[in-house]
């Protein structure tokens, strides 16, 4: 196994390029931090490019590397401190390559982010959209990089378990609309529908939207229909992670009991 | 206006002892941070000990200071981001006392923190269970406090809109129980029943519990039922903080519609 002490290696200083977006987008790679990450990438057929492991982790993780073939480098302690992004390094960083997403259906439920910037929201509401049995998710424009560090931890491997796209969102709602399948839009606005009172049906397309803003208004004017969630007591509103776990789980409850 | 130019003047080392809690707990005071919450603690009736603003501050809030008749330092840009715990400090610090809170009455719905951890998980409940109009929030042995900086922030001044308390939940949910409120426990076994099973009532106590071990099984034989959310799809568990607000509302909606 090769060894690498130095944070000052080329190899090292090269690594850490992808820790911006811009170099993820241009090399179709990012990088993936905790052991229970890598194996669900490689259990969902990811390429794994190389593993950085610092001694902890070459102990508890040599015999399965080996296995899987994998090119790993033995770091020290400060190397892979230097490569992680989290604030307690798990002992394993991956260089991995982005997944080729192929969508055979836009049946079933979709979630659809405008522009939703804190990436542990979006993480989180993939996550959820992933225990809600949804489809798919559609990344907007704006939208946290699905290849973030924060993303990829409160995701919790949820993007090997349903496809996450990006996409133009108007094009994509015009392309749910032509097909029959109805958008709901969210907004604090009165003139919505309370959620409950919209029948849940099994194909749908669910849109939530930026942190301040809301949806854009160009998003709003598209869909069939847009929703609310009533505040019953004093607060100003919702968390978006909060509002997406309400909503998704009133349409795919009833789909399913 | 008095002055405070260096971080090593002893009244900011006095103040930066609030960034503990064992010297919260000892004070019974706690730093406010950001000029909407120093405004919905002051219309809540909290006394405010003093407030540290710099620059930019002083030129936004000073008539509004000069007319709460507020104790005020006008301080140093780096006075001020040391007294802060954010990552982009907002321009004023508030030294603030604790609430006195007094529940009058166990009616209506509480939700029970049986040992949430992450301080952002626990403000959003809270945040949550004030717009789903919950009575108030009591906070287990093992919950983030209330006063840390992170649980203040996601909190949005909801501890400003409802009774939040801090108690040992074991004897509140023989008080619930012996009141004949139910009391409903949450976990991730399938001997549970399926949230949606449960027919809402007005008055309902609701129990979530810890990241990584969910409620303590002490609390969970004294339930009155424990509750699942069903995962439809391949995620291994909700985030605490969606869980949350998926059960409020089911419980809150019915209600009120």
Redesign the interface.
Known sequence: MKEIQSIKNQTIKDVKKFHQKKHRDQQNKYLLEGYHLVEEAVLAGIIIDTVFIDQKGYELYHDWLVEQEIDTYLVSHDVLKNLSELPTPQGIVALVNKQNVVVESYRGAWLLLDGVQDP?NVG?LI????????SGVILGDGTADLYSSKVLR?M?G?NF??PIISGNLIERIKHFRSAGIPVYGTELNKDAL?Y?KVTPVRDVAIVLGNEGQGVSQAVLSLTNQNLY???????????V??????LM?HF??EM??
């Open positions: 542990g989180t996550r959820t959209a992933d225990a809600a049995g949804f409160s919790q949820s378990h349903l309370p409950k969630i009533p505040i019953y007591g004093k607060a100003e509103s919702l968390n992670g909060i509002a997406g776990g309400i789980y795919v409850n399913n009991n």
